[in-house]
């Protein structure tokens, strides 16, 4: 829920902008997606994106090791 007035105008601004986008082809839980990082586009543009992908991708890697390990132990 937004705090102040022109937090919540700025969101409806913002919905406005992306429906007028492509709001035909879109589910309602991507547009709600799109419309709080447009919202918010000034903390996602602080965020580090590599940082993400490579912290991603050690999440990746422990549960595919983690399924060999449970794989090869089965089999034995």
Request: aromatic share 14%.
């Amino acid at each position: 829920m937004p705090v102040t007035v022109s937090e919540a105008e700025r969101s409806f601004s913002k919905m406005k902008q992306i429906k007028s986008i492509q709001i035909s082809t879109i589910g309602q839980e991507r547009l709600n997606s799109l419309a709080l990082l447009a919202t918010e586009q000034d903390l996602v543009r602080s965020l580090n994106c590599e940082d993400i992908i490579d912290d991603f991708a050690a999440f990746l890697m422990f549960f595919l090791n983690l399924f060999k390990y449970l794989f090869y132990s089965c089999m034995f």
